[in-house]
């Protein structure tokens, strides 16, 4: 009898045990689900505009989507003026333009996001002899008052000047800043950021701009008034040619889905703030 009051004793508590581990686990596995489906985004995102930008969005969306598995990140580089419109449109989740935005883009409802500050860098042939210009003399250049290189104490060589296309942040800015709007003479007007830098490089006597985070050994990178263009004297306010990258919405982050105030939130972080300073670009005040 004691020996079958013993068994009894031993399969109840086995029992309970069984019970028990069971219990655990289903909470568990219930506890690990809630923590995925409340945490876990998912989506797609879009973005449109500033080739100058393309460095930033694709390290950008990399960092991103590895942090977020289910979400996909797309990026078209349609230039400013045109990605700024998909926004409007709304074709797109972000409009991104490598300037700040026109009246008439804020009043269709865009809002300006700075996210980072560029420096505008002028380039040269690596064979060219100049290595510092002043911005009246950058200004004569691109207006066609100067056209030789001898004129300022280089070669007696042609002066070739390249620049963006219409619509474009680079140009837009780099206009504004040297106040020659509507008053370049262009040799030739190219559509990319990485064919500015190509065709500078590959012709004698030519002069274009760039974003400073795409220069390469490639070319040469003019002094403008004796400061070299970089990271420090961009921040410090010295060097003369930068501007913002601005990631447009339409209306403010706050009212949009979740999804894009993940991406913007994503990009005011520690990870997001050392991908931009990674990619050679200064944060905006606001942000640090």
Request: charged residues 20%.
């Amino acid at each position: 009898m004691k020996q079958r009051n013993k068994m009894k004793k031993a399969l109840a508590v086995c029992t309970a045990l069984l019970m028990l581990a069971c219990s655990l686990s289903a909470c568990g596995g219930a506890s690990k689900e809630g923590a995925k489906a409340s945490s876990t985004l998912s989506g797609k995102l879009s973005l449109a505009g500033s080739t100058s930008m393309e460095k930033l969005c694709e390290a950008m969306s990399e960092s991103f989507m590895n942090a977020n598995p289910d979400v996909t990140v797309t990026v078209e580089y349609t230039g400013s003026s045109a990605g700024v419109e998909s926004l409007l449109q709304g074709s797109v989740d972000v409009g991104n333009a490598s300037r700040k935005l026109k009246d008439g883009e804020t009043e269709k409802g865009a809002v300006e996001n700075v996210v980072a500050i560029d420096g505008i860098a002028v380039i040269t042939d690596k064979a060219n002899t100049v290595s510092n210009l002043t911005t009246e003399q950058l200004a004569d250049i691109y207006t066609g008052a100067v056209r030789n290189w001898s004129e300022l104490g280089g070669a007696d060589e042609a002066i070739v000047v390249i620049g963006r296309e219409a619509g474009s942040g680079t140009r837009g800015a780099f206009e504004e800043l040297l106040k020659v709007e509507d008053a370049c003479r262009y040799a030739q007007e190219l559509d990319s950021t990485g064919a500015v830098l190509a065709k500078t490089a590959a012709t004698p006597g030519a002069i274009g701009y760039i974003s400073l985070d795409a220069v390469d050994a490639s070319v040469q990178c003019l002094s403008l008034n004796g400061v070299a263009a970089a990271e420090e004297t961009i921040a410090a306010g010295e060097y003369p040619l930068s501007r913002p990258f601005v990631m447009a919405t339409a209306g403010e982050v706050s009212a949009q889905n979740e999804l894009v105030q993940a991406w913007f939130a994503y990009l005011a972080s520690e990870e997001g703030q050392q991908i931009i300073q990674g990619v050679g670009l200064i944060l905006p005040r606001t942000a640090g």
